[in-house]
T-cell receptor, first 115, second 114 residues
Framework: DAGITQSPRHKVTETGTPVTLRCHQTENHRYMYWYRQDPGHGLRLIHYSYGVKDTDKGEVSDGYSVSRSKTEDFLLTLESATSSQTSVYFC??????????????FGPGTRLLVL | SQKIEQNSEALNIQEGKTATLTCNYTNYSPAYLQWYRQDPGRGPVFLLLIRENEKEKRKERLKVTFDTTLKQSLFHITASQPADSATYLCALSSFSGGYNKLIFGAGTRLAVHP
């Protein structure tokens, strides 16, 4: 998994509680991404980061926030978890190549169940 | 609206045959297209990238074609093996906000039978 770890790997939580997922990389890649994967929808981008403290929203960012205080760590927070956020969450990284990031390398995923 | 379509039904083929998976898109003009493989319970793994000015790309038993007029990519696995059984995702580049992002299709599951 290209030097990417995600924690926790599995989590069960209750509606209304905050949840933080962590992505850690050892590749020193500039770009980091959070996706969610749901049946029939494929991977959808939640947020991404193009450097330390530089983040932006993806297509499904409502209810999520992110932070990146170090190159190696990208945190995804569900501010108040809802059942619709039950999903598998993947972190990905990519390096810059001529100013354009291309291939993405994915972590093993976090399976989140919100009851 | 922008849309990526991959066959939602599983593709079942016999070992040794060529598997062909399709990715169609509308309202995109991607600079490049990628194919990823995903095994159950794991993250996607990059396989091939093809650029808009390339018609075909090969890597070992894999071949990808990219037709920007038809807005279609075909992904071929020749001499398929049971170990090729997995879900295959196509992803298109989308440039916005100064950065390239990938837009993924929902994937097609391939099952190769001995």
């Amino acid at each position: 998994d290209a030097g990417i770890t995600q924690s926790p790997r599995h989590k069960v939580t209750e509606t209304g509680t905050p949840v933080t997922l962590r992505c850690h990389q050892t590749e020193n890649h500039r770009y980091m991404y959070w996706y969610r994967q749901d049946p029939g929808h494929g991977l959808r981008l939640i947020h991404y980061s193009y450097g330390v403290k530089d983040t932006d929203k993806g297509e499904v960012s409502d209810g999520y926030s992110v932070s990146r205080s170090k190159t190696e760590d990208f945190l995804l927070t569900l501010e108040s978890a809802t059942s619709s956020q039950t999903s598998v969450y993947f972190c990905a990284i990519s390096e810059s190549s001529g100013g354009r990031q291309e291939t993405q390398y994915f972590g093993p995923g976090t399976r989140l169940l919100v009851l | 609206s922008q849309k990526i379509e991959q066959n939602s039904e599983a593709l079942n083929i016999q070992e040794g045959k060529t598997a062909t998976l399709t990715c169609n898109y509308t309202n995109y003009s991607p600079a490049y297209l990628q194919w990823y493989r995903q095994d159950p319970g794991r993250g996607p793994v990059f396989l091939l990238l093809i650029r808009e000015n390339e018609k075909e790309k090969r890597k070992e038993r894999l071949k990808v074609t990219f037709d920007t007029t038809l807005k279609q990519s075909l992904f071929h696995i020749t001499a398929s093996q049971p170990a090729d059984s997995a879900t295959y995702l196509c992803a298109l580049s989308s440039f916005s906000g100064g950065y390239n992002k990938l837009i993924f299709g929902a994937g097609t599951r391939l099952a190769v039978h001995p």
